[in-house]
């Protein structure tokens, strides 16, 4: 496997990469030069960066930031050059295939990071690598960053979060990280646990059409939520997967403390775009179904919303 030039590696005495944010220049490709794709180029800026558009096209990009002020970021097209790592930033639905239309590229890539929402494409892409035996190790990452798109060219970001990343699949016990990356040991139970939160709020404020701070506000609001909440509780339960809070108590606080907010189902729906509801309740659906259990409000919502 070939290596940048530059990188030095961060020895570790286990299997997970220190959790430190490394200074050195790395060199990324960014698959997916959406809302998070374009924020993340930014955040990154001092790395050596790439960017992959659908069409091969220059990838030239506004970034506004919390003061308003607009940063210009052009980004060459990723050809044949080695890399640390492979960011897709796509929708969780469109990874798999985005991935592939760089597939003679990836033995170039030491790393490949997926950071997105949901659940159902990581699985998807590390079943994938393997039969492409491909040895580049696999993370996957979620975060509380927000940002959204003005037009093509145009990202905003709209609040400041956390990204955490962890190891999905390993081939090298180590990596540098790029910075703003906070490596944790136990990605799966956090992406489980935004999932859950996600699968309660984001289709219940599409359904109701409301911002989320309503479910807490309105009395039908809040009593779907606990129901929902209930269901989704008692789901991980069944998939001997429990979450370690109580979902409706946590979807209330979340959805308190972002009650401004319109959700990004809301806004997919509202936009008239694919919301990413496959991934969240529709993974949860999938799950139960291999233990012969129903999900009905989730199956109704992902109905009512399809
Ligand atoms: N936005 C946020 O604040 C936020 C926060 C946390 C997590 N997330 C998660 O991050 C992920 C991305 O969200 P987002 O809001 O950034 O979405 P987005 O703005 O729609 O960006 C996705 C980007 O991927 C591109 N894309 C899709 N398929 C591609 C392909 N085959 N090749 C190249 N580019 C491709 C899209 O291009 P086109 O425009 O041509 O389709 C688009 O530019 C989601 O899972 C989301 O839940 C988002």
């Not at 597939?103 to 950071?115: C, E």
């Not at 955490?164 to 990356?181: D, E, R, V, Y």
């Not at 139970?189 to 989320?212: D, E, G, S, Y």
């Not at 809070?245 to 946590?250: I, K, Q």
Request: aromatic share 6%.
């Amino acid at each position: 496997m070939p290596y940048s030039s530059s990188p030095p590696q961060i020895p570790t005495a286990s299997r997970t990469p220190a959790p430190s944010t490394d200074e050195a220049t790395q060199s990324i490709a960014i698959l997916g030069l959406g809302a998070i794709g374009t924020l993340m180029a930014w955040h990154w800026r001092e790395h050596v960066l790439y960017g992959i558009t659908r069409d091969n096209s220059r990838c030239q990009r506004t970034l506004i930031d919390q003061q308003q002020t607009a940063h210009s970021l052009t980004l060459p097209t990723w050809q044949h050059e080695a890399i640390d790592w492979l960011v897709i930033t796509t929708k969780a639905s469109a990874t798999l295939e985005a991935l592939q239309s760089v597939a003679n590229q990836l033995p170039q890539v030491q790393n490949i990071l997926l950071l997105q929402n949901g659940m159902g494409q990581q699985q998807q892409v590390s079943d994938w690598l393997s039969q492409q035996q491909c040895s580049a190790n696999l993370w996957a990452g979620i975060s509380t960053e927000g940002a959204y798109r003005q037009n093509t060219e145009q990202v905003v970001y709209a609040g400041s979060g956390d990204t955490h990343i962890g190891l999905w699949q390993a081939q090298h016990p180590t990596a540098s990280i790029p910075n703003g990356l906070t490596v944790v040991d136990d990605i799966q139970q956090r992406i489980r646990a935004k999932l859950a939160i996600n699968a309660v709020i984001n289709p219940l404020t599409a359904v109701f059409r409301c911002r989320n701070g309503e479910l807490v506000s309105h009395d039908e609001y809040r009593q779907a939520l606990k129901e929902l909440a209930t269901e989704v509780q008692q789901c991980f339960e069944t998939l001997q997967q429990p979450l370690n809070f109580d979902l409706t108590e946590r979807s209330l606080a979340v959805a308190e403390a972002t009650a401004a907010n319109q959700s990004s189902t809301l806004q997919d729906v509202l936009h008239q775009r694919p919301t990413e509801l496959d991934y969240i309740n529709g993974y949860l659906i999938r799950q139960a179904q291999q233990l012969n259990i129903e999900l009905p409000l989730n199956r109704r919502l992902l109905a009512q919303l399809s």
